[in-house]
């Protein structure tokens, strides 16, 4: 059973479209994440959850909007899709918020986003 | 800001050791971890040192030095699968951010 799963693996649109990525988690996590990898392998927080609710919002575009309907899904939704935005969309979850179990984190296989 | 420092690139023979540096200069500290990525694969979970010294994993240990703001992962009888990348990752406040990663380490592993 794999244990952070995310779809789709590749994304193909143009600029302009909206689009959606899905993640689900089935370690019964409390925390979930995403993070935006670019092409340097460049790894950053976007949007951290806990228990639906959100935690961290870092100086992502309003044009990125999380959803979690249940602690074991968090989606990513992106309006207004922008060359920039092409970049692996990694989900993760930890245990908790807590530092001794969130140092630990799960990472879904990607989301490779192309936009043309 | 925050800064985590690594080398870019690093490269070595089968059955050598290496040691991947981190320096860091971040708002808070409350523990480095180190994360391998294969190419095209997701970031795995190595190792976390919240308290200075060593702490060892097998083939791989990590050291943290919180007064140098310094840690490394040492990889020892390395294997041609350990080619990948290499991150440390600092957790910057006591709940709410999550990580902030360094940049990276690509290391390759020769025969």
């Known amino acids: 059973d794999t244990a952070v799963s995310q779809t789709p693996k590749y994304l193909v649109t143009q600029m302009g479209n909206d689009k959606s990525i899905k993640c689900e988690q089935n370690?019964?996590?409390?925390?979930m994440y995403w993070y935006k990898q670019d092409s340097k392998k460049f790894l950053k927080i976007m949007f951290s959850y806990n228990n639906k609710e959100l935690i961290i919002n870092e100086t992502v575009p309003n044009r990125f909007s999380p959803k979690s309907p249940d602690k074991a899904h968090l989606n990513l939704h992106i309006n207004s899709l922008e060359l920039g935005d092409s970049a692996v969309y990694f989900c993760?979850?930890?245990?908790?918020?807590?530092?001794?179990?969130?140092?630990?984190?799960?990472f879904g296989p990607g989301t490779r986003l192309t936009v043309t | 800001g925050q800064s985590l420092e690594q080398p870019s690139e690093v490269t070595a023979v089968e059955g050598a050791i290496v040691q991947i540096n981190c320096t860091y200069q971040t708002s808070g500290f409350y523990g480095l971890s180190w994360y391998q990525q294969h190419d095209g694969g997701a970031p795995t979970f190595l190792s976390y040192?919240?308290?200075?010294g060593l702490e060892e994993t097998g083939r791989f240990s990590s050291f943290l030095s919180r007064s140098d703001s310094y840690g490394y992962l040492l990889l020892q009888e390395l294997q041609m699968k350990d080619s990948a990348s290499y991150f440390c990752a600092v957790k910057v406040n006591q709940a709410g951010t999550a990580l902030i990663f360094g940049k990276g380490t690509t290391l390759s592993v020769s025969s």
């Open positions: 993760a979850s930890s245990l908790s918020l807590r530092t001794s179990e969130s140092y630990e984190q799960y």
């Open positions: 370690l019964g996590h409390d925390t």
């Open positions: 040192n919240a308290l200075d």
